[in-house]
């Protein structure tokens, strides 16, 4: 079946830190991979997307490749800011007749001043 | 312009009661999706409407749970004989086409008593 896995949260930075949270996924079919992010206090919103093999997707310093052979799709930014605290989501879409997303648990970012 | 929006924002009901959640999808967006998500975890899917097509319904916990979309823009998520595991956050998102990325609401938040 399709599934997404990320790593358990709450990751916790001093500002300006190298950030990287990773997520791998089983699918049946060609995937497209998202990153969402959910704010304090607002809704969840598309960061970024990659929608075939070694596409990457980047939004706001942040940065995705999807690689197929390691089943993969880790988000990395160079240097966070304590406005990137939030919530992340990785998630995956394939077409089974209804392109339905599934989403992996989240991790909760911290980043310090 | 308007993004996705859901009410009530807040809903409490007594265990066995009915309710009724709205989602007033971006005007124009063909698919609309209703996700269950629960506290400390990643949305989960519930169902998947192409215009007024209900494509998937895969993700309905139990048959206490019906979503409609009759004119292919404003949909209703019911569920019958409130149950207290039912207590989540239910998120609707609507996107352009098949395969777009999702924009999703705020959000309602239920509580079953």
């Known amino acids: 079946g399709n599934s997404v896995t990320q790593m358990e949260g709450p990751v916790t930075l001093s500002e300006e830190a190298f950030l990287t949270i990773n997520c791998t996924y089983t699918a049946t079919g060609y995937p497209s991979l998202f990153w969402y992010v959910q704010y304090p206090g607002e809704g969840l919103q598309l960061l970024l997307k990659?929608?075939?093999?070694?596409d990457k997707g980047s939004n706001k310093g942040f940065e995705a490749t999807y690689r197929k052979e390691t089943t993969s799709f880790h988000l990395e930014k160079g240097s966070v800011q304590v406005s990137d605290s939030a919530v992340y989501f990785c998630?995956?879409?394939?077409?089974?007749?209804?392109?339905?997303?599934?989403f992996g648990a989240g991790t909760r970012l911290f980043v310090k001043a | 312009g308007a993004g996705v929006s859901q009410s009530p924002r807040y809903k409490v009901a007594k265990r066995g009661q009915d309710v009724a959640l709205r989602c007033d999808p971006i005007?124009?967006?063909?698919?609309l999706f209703w996700y269950q998500q629960a506290l400390g975890q990643g949305p989960e899917f519930l169902t998947y409407?192409?215009?007024?097509?209900?494509?998937?319904k895969s993700g309905l916990p139990s048959d206490r749970f019906f979503a409609e979309r009759p004119e292919g823009s404003v949909s209703t998520l019911k569920i019958q004989r409130t149950q207290q595991e039912d207590s989540a956050v239910y998120l609707c998102?609507?996107?352009?086409?098949?395969?777009?990325?999702?924009?999703f609401g705020d959000g309602t938040r239920l509580s079953i008593l």
């Open positions: 998630a995956l879409s394939v077409d089974t007749g209804g392109f339905k997303t599934i």
């Open positions: 990659a929608t075939k093999a070694d």
């Open positions: 005007s124009g967006h063909v698919s």
């Open positions: 998102a609507s996107s352009p086409g098949v395969n777009q990325p999702q924009h």
């Open positions: 409407f192409q215009n007024e097509a209900q494509l998937d």
